[in-house]
Structure formats: C-alpha cells, structure tokens
C-alpha cells in the first residue's frame, strides 16, 4: 500500500547548468553522443534533451565498455572552459551507465551534418533524428503549435477534437482515403472544415491541431500524404480580412515566441526569423499579372497558381515589400471548394487567401457560406445532392453567424521557417506514396 | 493593395461584462438564445460564446422577424438586475441582424436540460451542442487539454505529431481498422505508441494529444472508436512510480486549472471535482483480493479485471481512503502488451499500473523494455516476429534509456469528471458500431 502525491523528479536541464553559478556540484543523465580518449582524461560529450554538455573523466571512473549511445547518470562539478562548447564543462566524479546499445549507430551523430540522401535518412529516422540538428526542427515545430495554441486562447478561441474517420470529404476530389467501418463505407478527414464550422455555431471561435488525410498521387517535395493542420474557425467577422489579421497576429506571436525561447535551435539551423508585423495582401488576379510582368513570362492559366507561379511572387513580395509573407486574396470560384463565399462583386472569384511564406503556399482560408438557402443554391450549382451532407447543413438551417477560417499546413510552415528542401524533413514519420514506415 | 498588422478586433466577453463596471456603453454579439415579448418590452436572451446575457429591447428596436438563432449585434448600457441570471442585464439601445435561421431548432435551446434519448441526441449534434448545457462539457474538455499541455511542458516535455496510418499495429489484436495504402495493406493507429518510445530516445520526455482508432465490436457505454488519447513518454525513470507521480501531478494541476477558469462550465454541469493531492496505489491482486473481501463476492478471473470489478475497487479506495482516483499496478503479464517490462521479482506480472477514476478505467501505463536482447526474447517468447518490427527495434538496438508512460483516454476522464453515464455524451461527434455521422 501507498500513496502518491504528484511529487517529480525534475532532473537538471541543459539550461539550469548553463546559466546558473559554477563550481556547483551537479547530477544529470543523457545518452554519451561522443567519447574520445585523450591519454589518461576521456572527454565525454552528453547529449541532454536540450544541448549536450562536455564532461571530463579520470579513467577511473569510467565503467568498463562505456560507449556511445549508453545512457548515464553523471555526477560533478560545473566549471568555466572557454574551449568547450557553451564555454562549460562539468568535471565528473562519479558516472553510471542506465543502458547499453546492442549496436553502434549506423551513422555519426557528433561530426556536423548528416550526409545522407532523402530515403536513406529517412529509413534511419528513428536513430538519426538524436542528431542535434534533426531533433532541433522538431522543437522550433513544438514552438510553431505552442504559439498557435497559446495565441489563439488568448484571444477567445475554444479548442476542439473532432472525428478523423468521416462519412463524406469535405474537399471533394478523389484524394481521400477509403476506410472500411464495419461493412460501410469511410473516408479519412482531409480537412475538419464541416466540423469546425459546426462550432462556431457552439463557441464562436474555435480551432483544433490534428492530423489531416490528403491520398495525393503526385510525388512532390511539398506534399505529404499526412500531415498535420493548424485549423481555426471564426463566427462573428465582418470580412474575410479579420480571418487574416487572425493569422497575421499569430505569426507575429510565434516569431516572438521562437527568438524568446527557441534560440539555441535558431542558432543551430541557421534560421532567420521572417518579420510579420506588416504583410502585404495582393488579389490574386493583380499578384499573377505583376509578377509575370516583373519576372517576363506569360501567364498560362488565369484561374490557377502553380508552384513557379508562387515562387515568383513570393520573391516579388520580398523584392517590392521586403516580406517573407505574402497573402493572395480572391481566388477563383471554381478553384474553391462548394462552402466558399463568392464575392458579391465579381462572383466569379471568391472572398478566400492563401499564404504564401518565401514563395509557397502554407495557408488556405477564407469566409464561409452561412445562409442555409445560399449555400443550398451553390452546391445545386455544382452538381451536389445537398441530402449527402444533411447533417452539415444542419448548422446553416439553425442559424449561423458570418464566419471564416483557415487552415496552415504544420510541416510546411516548418520546412520554409528552417530553410528545408523538401516537406519530409519536416515531418518525424512523413507518409508519402511509397513511405509508410517507419 | 493593402497591408495588414494583425490587429484583431476583440469583442467584449462575457465576462468583462459581468466583472466590468455598470452603466457603461458596450457593443456585444451573439445568437438569440430565447425571445419573450413581455407586452411593451422584449426580453432577449443573447447567447454568447461563454454565458448567456439578458437584454431588454423597446420595441421600435427589434427588426421585424426576429427570431431564436438569428445571429445579431447589440449596442447598450449594462446595469444591474437582481432578476436576471449573473444580477445584471443590457438595456439595449440598437439591435442589428447578422444572419438568419432557415428553419427553428429541432428542440429548445433555453428550457432546462435537453431531454432527448442518445440517439436523438447525437443524431442532433449539430444543433443542440448549442445548448449551455452540452457545449460546458466541451469547456471542461478544453481544460484538461490545456492542463495536460501546460503541465507537461512545464516538467520538460516535448510534443510531438506522429503519424495516425501506420504499418503496424501497436497493441495488437483483431481491433484495428485497415486501409488500402496506394495498393500497401495499412492500418489506423491504435496507439502512438512505437513513435512516442522513439522520441524519448530523442527529446527525454514527449507527449502527444491526438485521435487513436480502435475497431472494437463491442456496444458499450464506456468504448468509442475514436478518441483522443493524452499520451506521454518519458526517459531515465527510477521505476514505474516516477511515471504514476507525474500523471498525480497533471490532475492536480487540471484540477487547480479548472477550478480557478471553469467554475462557470462546473456549476452548470454540478462537477464536484475530486481530489488529487494524495491517490492510493494498490498491487492489481491486493486490489482484487480486498474489493472482493469488502462486497462480498467471489473473484472469477484472478488475471483479469473487469468494469464490474474496476467500479468495486473505485468503491472500495473512495470509502477507504476517501479518493475518486486509485491507481492499480503491476497487472498480469499475459494481459499486457509485448513491449510492458515484466517485474523482475514476479514475471508473472507486469511493472505496469491503471488509473481507475470513480471506478473506471482512464489510463493505462507502465514501464517497458528498453533492452534490445530482452524486448527481442519477450517477442519471440509470444510468436512474435522481430522482422516485423524492425524499424520501432531499431530504438532498442541503438540505445534507450529506461523509461516508461502512459495513455489517458480525453473523453473517458471528461465523462467521469462531468458524471456524464455514456462517454459518448463526452465527444462532440462520437464514432460507434453503428455511428459514423454526424
């Protein structure tokens, strides 16, 4: 018989050694991410969760066998060394191995950069993604959806869970997975469009962080057959402009954020952090026409943006505006999904954006239909049978506020702030067409 | 052309108005909650995204066709009345409609609690999570993420997103739901488990909130097909117990949480929270032993424990020890999964622990093996094939430390906490058998 009472061990972290005094005596663990002898001293680096840490070892302290990827409990003494990272190091004086491989690394963690292609990396995942610069994505990641999260509370926002395996796409088109649910029919989520619209009815402003299901075929750097959304929704707005001033403080929050409290990353990825306090918002129309004129090519299609076409305006973005950012508005009607509100002055364009953050587009969004007889009257338009989504429309009979949202794309925000080359990197476990494990 | 700077408009809240001054001038939205025209003056009930506000309108104010659910903004002067709900009401002055119902709701909103039978219910979901009532437990359900998110991240935690279609399953069993993958047999995770082990060898200490899938065939009022699973994972414990402190510590902490923000949602929903400084732990067959002594029956299974046993024994530690939580440890071995560490004094069971809440099951965690000769044998010992697996053992080959978690089920806490008798009152659009919409 016992009792607990909530009382953790909080273990020393990189930061709390780094900045507190010296001479301090200390006890920490980590797994030993480098080990070399130098004739009666071993340096052994440690890699902490955050940071690794020189320590220096008599050769009598260390156990016999010790090597790297043991993880250990070390005890000793901080102390200033210019030469070492950080500029400290802990003399050890006593160390215990928690655990021992069964075999070595397949690659170095400790000597720069992995130098790995895309497939062998990624098949290595679970052991490579120890090196610091892997795993440091990963935490400017955390930081990207703490900022979402943290922002979005702070201005009324309610955060909601909503069903992953649905009975009918909300994107239509034929990317969506099928499901088997017990003998019916299923669909994977590609979006939580239908259900977030639904809350807003319930909590006026709500968003969710969840995984989202796109069955694209196409092999691009930029897609992922799973990735996760950033999903808000907004009742009550008066233009589809609130949804991006929404955004725009976002980024601004999540900029701030990362240089507070996410340095040591930065510094490590060599990331410049993008300015967002002031975003250029061009139509979609006019962005097209201007870019093309800038850059001197003709425009193929009037009704579409492709990659190269967003490339270039997200570099006529920096050029003219000095933005990273940059947002098109207006999108063509017949590019947008069936719930899309038309622009009451040219219906043959909508009031939706999309961002675009150094040339690729990392946000849909726009106002949504929210009168019951129009949205009926569109998706008649279309081809629809309202009867398939009753249950959407449910919202729109009862009632509904003006709203809007959006939806950002996690890794693909996360690949352009670190600089990646393709969206891969910036998922722990991408799935594509050929990838589905690790 | 235009800029933006990310200045949202924040409307006033409910309550800066009820802790705001009297007598002040405030421009207010919502939906019309209830209307009642009281000859001579109109009452309105604004429904608001947290609270309901009464307001009194003079008739030349009302727009014709007023009705419940439309969406309207409302400007006036706050002042009290000990007759209104919160001892205060908005004498309106102008009242402009956003937006109109095609159709009145199914039920009303505004007479007390919803009386509808579940199925009805859920079948109305869209509608009447509108209801004070429904949508509080979505409030309370908010908290507990927050509190998860907060806490963790406070004790050195990392999120992280993990992939949802896998190649494998994590608890194995005939309850998984599978997929065609471009041509590849896939599955819908039943856990993160694989993943969330993998990122302790990265970041210490991860936790992930996200939806698990498990094709149960069973109806019961305690299992859902989808739900949200609060996991986490954490490196370098002593023993199980640091694993048990932790979760000890987020529900005080949730608890702490939802006292200070959601005391409006608790006094709605009449949540007495329980307790969480001090949780007993009793050994799975102390536990079985004494709950069957205390009631009086006899035990059928001494290996397993079943939701009629859970809620004795949830009896038996509230009238023993006065608490709503009882944490159950080392469980049997063959009731585990491959990956639980078996107790090394007994292997017949398990270094793994249950959190029963008010006599239900809410969590299972445990420490597991991290030692790649030992997680291989407990494989092969259970007709396991290591092949099958490689790239979660590539962890164990390369180095773990010791470490051990656990999974929380969202809306099984939320149904407890709230004394809800169906969980699926706990999820804004349940997943069952026979439920796949709305």
Chains 1, 2 share one sequence.
Not at 98 to 124: F, H, I, Q, T, Y
Not at 230 to 259: H, K, N, P, Q
Request: glycine residues 10%.
């Amino acid at each position: 018989m016992k009792f607990v009472t909530g009382e953790s061990r909080k273990p020393a972290t990189y930061q709390e050694i780094a900045e507190g005094g010296r001479n301090n005596s200390v006890t920490v663990h980590g797994a030993v991410h480098l080990l070399r002898d130098m004739g009666g001293l071993a340096f052994l680096i440690l890699r902490m969760a955050r940071g690794t840490v020189q320590c220096v070892c008599a050769p009598e302290i260390l156990p016999e066998g010790l090597c790297e990827e043991c993880t250990v409990e070390l005890s000793g003494t901080v102390r200033d060394e210019v030469r070492a990272p950080g500029g400290f190091e802990i003399a050890a004086e006593s160390l215990t191995v928690l655990s021992r491989p069964a075999a070595p690394m397949p690659v170095s963690l400790s000597k720069g950069p992995l130098k790995l292609n895309l497939d062998a990396e990624l098949a290595l995942r679970p052991a490579v993604l120890r090196h610091p610069r892997e795993r440091a994505v990963f935490k400017v990641q955390e930081g990207l959806v703490r900022a979402f999260r943290d922002y979005l509370t702070g201005e009324g926002f309610t955060e909601v869970h909503t069903p992953k395996i649905v009975h009918a796409g909300a994107e239509g088109g034929s990317n969506i997975f099928k499901l088997n649910y017990f003998g019916k029919k299923a669909y994977l989520a590609q979006s939580p469009q239908f259900y977030k619209q639904t809350m807003v009815g319930v909590f006026e402003r709500v968003f969710e962080v969840g995984p989202v299901f796109r069955a694209e075929k196409h092999a691009t750097p930029r897609h992922l057959n799973e990735y996760t959304g950033l999903d808000l929704e907004m009742g009550y707005i008066g233009s589809f402009y609130d949804v991006i001033e929404m955004e725009t403080g976002y980024l601004r929050y999540a900029m701030e954020l990362l240089a507070r409290e996410y340095a040591p990353e930065l510094e490590l990825l060599e990331v410049e952090l993008p300015g967002a306090d002031r975003i250029p918002c061009l139509r979609f129309d006019d962005a097209k026409r201007l870019a093309a004129e800038k850059y001197g090519y003709r425009i193929r299609d009037p009704y579409d943006l492709e990659p190269e076409e967003e490339a270039h305006i997200g570099q006529y973005a920096k050029e003219e505006f000095g933005s990273d950012f940059v947002f098109v508005t207006h999108y063509p009607s017949k590019k947008r999904p069936f719930y899309a509100m038309d622009d009451p002055e040219d219906p043959r364009y909508t009031l939706s954006f999309d961002l675009l953050f150094r040339g690729m587009e990392v946000t849909t969004g726009g106002q949504r239909l929210h009168d019951y007889a129009r949205q009926v009257a569109k998706m008649e338009d279309r081809g629809m049978d309202p009867a398939g989504l009753e249950s959407y429309l449910m919202i729109h009979k009862h009632g509904m506020p003006p709203h809007g949202g959006l939806g950002i794309g996690l890794e693909r925000l996360t690949m352009k702030l670190c600089g990646l080359d393709n969206v891969r990197y910036a998922a722990l476990f991408p799935r594509d067409r050929s990838r589905l494990e690790p």
